[in-house]
């Protein structure tokens, strides 16, 4: 790709094509991927992400939320129920991550984050290469997947992140808020 010193946007898009390149799993599949993120906590990002979730399962659509705040996931509390299985399940234990879904208002099948941790969680190689295999499957038997993403960015976040076709950042008008999710964006352009 030859790249014009005034079109602002070549790098991007190599970058871009890159991406596609290294995650074909994705780009494959039926289900459309959005990645819903944050620079700050506490800016109504789960809020937003299982509203979105429920409003697409109104119009007919299959939708799984993952929730992907490990440890710290809320969207099971938000909707007011309780989880037999979590994301730390199909990341730790190697449970199928289709044997480890809720059922939520209106039938939206979703996974929960988890909360209390007795140890701190890390992603190694062998966990996101489990996570990727066994999403590959589900992406075939749903229209969305929505990854309700921890706030901030981490090591461990970028993968799930990279392998949404969409990213979406939620802030508010905070200026801390707003420098954050800028932090976020820039990184992720540049990763």
């Known amino acids: 790709m030859q790249m014009n010193r005034f079109d602002q946007a070549a790098t991007l898009r190599a970058k871009m094509e890159k991406r596609q390149r290294v995650l074909p799993m994705v780009y494959s599949q039926k289900a459309k991927t959005l990645a819903v993120i944050s620079g700050k906590g506490g800016v109504g990002k789960?809020?937003?992400?299982?509203?979105?979730?429920?409003?697409?399962?109104?119009?007919?659509?299959?939708?799984?939320?993952?929730d992907l705040d490990i440890g710290m996931g809320n969207i099971d509390i938000l909707m007011g129920n309780s989880s037999?299985?979590?994301?730390?399940?199909?990341?730790?234990?190697?449970?199928?991550?289709?044997?480890?879904?809720?059922?939520?208002?209106?039938?939206l099948r979703y996974i929960s984050g988890g909360t209390g941790l007795d140890v701190i969680f890390q992603l190694d190689q062998r966990k996101w290469a489990f996570f990727a295999n066994e999403l590959s499957h589900a992406l075939s038997q749903f229209d969305y997947v929505l990854f309700d993403m921890g706030a901030g960015l981490s090591k461990d976040q970028l993968p799930f992140i990279l392998s949404a076709e969409d990213i979406l950042i939620i802030t508010t008008p905070e200026p801390t808020a707003i420098m954050d999710a800028y932090s976020a964006v820039k990184h992720l352009v540049l990763t």
Do not use: E, H, W
Not at 46 to 66: R, W
């Open 84 to 107: 037999f299985s979590t994301i730390i399940d199909v990341l730790t234990d190697r449970k199928p991550l289709m044997q480890s879904l809720s059922v939520g208002p209106k039938g």
């Open 46 to 66: 789960s809020n937003i992400t299982l509203n979105m979730a429920l409003a697409l399962q109104d119009k007919g659509n299959k939708v799984l939320l993952i």
